[in-house]
């Protein structure tokens, strides 16, 4: 559990990374009261140090100070690793196992250093309960912005089954394959509390599943309850319609086109690439085979190459980049240990510098969990949400993937519990404990 400190919390010296995109700088104290930032630079006068019975000091003296990291792109509830006996495809036939979970995850996520997260899809209303639990303070856990059970129609990603099955209650799919039924899901998922709608286009971008009229009748649906649209677009011609349907963000865009990015520039539209997943699938891919991977190695390793252009092109064009993982789609793409992933892909192939690619993850991430001008930036009257770090990320950036690298997490000014006291008892596994 957090610790319930003192009223102010100061962090005296350290290497401040404000999240703006400045240069790291020399500073002397933040001050935290309450769950925001009172004032970083100069200590003010009316904070005394040695007031040890309200004041917490935390020295970072040789230590670097950051944004808390945000993972505009992490699955809390998609059933990984299956259970024994439910079917293939995602999701869960155990739901009230699967958020206990889930809630557990989210956990994982923050003693990690990520202290906001959005989750474009997951099960039934899963992170929706997960969400409201840590906001109120029942469970531990990051900001949570999310979805729920994305839309798609017939051919679209996780329409796994048959027609005649359709798509079950269990999956994170939901079949609407009409524009007037789309707008009937999205009041659905509004009712019961989501923060976006996701769409999701087809699974590697192979065809168009969703028409641009339709999308722009989800996105006029969601505007009007305050709700905002992402999409699952691989594709070229997916990628277009969305950018012009005027949808909130875009997730992939691997094969876009110059042209798809010239309208998704000129509408203003979002995108989180989310390399770490294809990256991701062609290392795991080469360990085990692709008789061992649901997921074509060959297609993907096309749609890489695309996400290389993708990333180059939308610095020059001006596209705002938000860095996304896909944590939690499969098993393989475990909870604290790759939210950051991304950053480095940006900086290796994006062209990217780390101080850049530092702000597309704290500063720019924002957006992506509804909170832009309240965290991903350190300074006067925002959120207290802020690691630091026992090395420079900016001169090497894959200090943000080790988690022995974090000194302090704070998340909404409180102290994160950094041990984790469940995987030190090595828990058992479903099929043991339920022996
Ligand atoms: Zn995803």
Known sequence: MSTHGKRTIVISNGTLIDGTGNSPARNEAIVIQGNRIKSTGRLPGDIKLEDRDNVEVINAAGQWIMPGLIDAHTHLSYGNPKLPGEARGKGTTRPEFNTLRAARNAQQVLRSGVTSISVPGGTWFTDVAVRDAIKVGLIDGPRVYCASRMIVTYGSIEDEEPSWVGTPEHSIGV????AAEMVTEVRRQCKHGVDFIKMADSR???AQTISKEEIAAV???????????AIHSRGSASTRAAAEAGVDWIMHTDLATEADLEAVAKAGVRIVPTATFVERVLEFGREVGQDQIQISIDR???NMEGLVNVLQRALALGIKIMCGTDTGNYSWMPYGKMHAKEAEIFVRYGGYTPLEAITACTRDNAFAVGLENEVGVLEAGKLADLIILKQNPVADIRVLQESS???TVIKDGKKVDLADHVSEEAPLTFQEAVA
């Open 175 to 178: 079949l609407a394959n009409t």
């Open 219 to 229: 996105v006029s649906e969601a505007h009007r309850h305050n709700v905002r649209v």
């Open 405 to 407: 690298n974090l000194a």
């Open 300 to 302: 993907m390793k096309r």
């Open 204 to 206: 590697s971008g192979e």
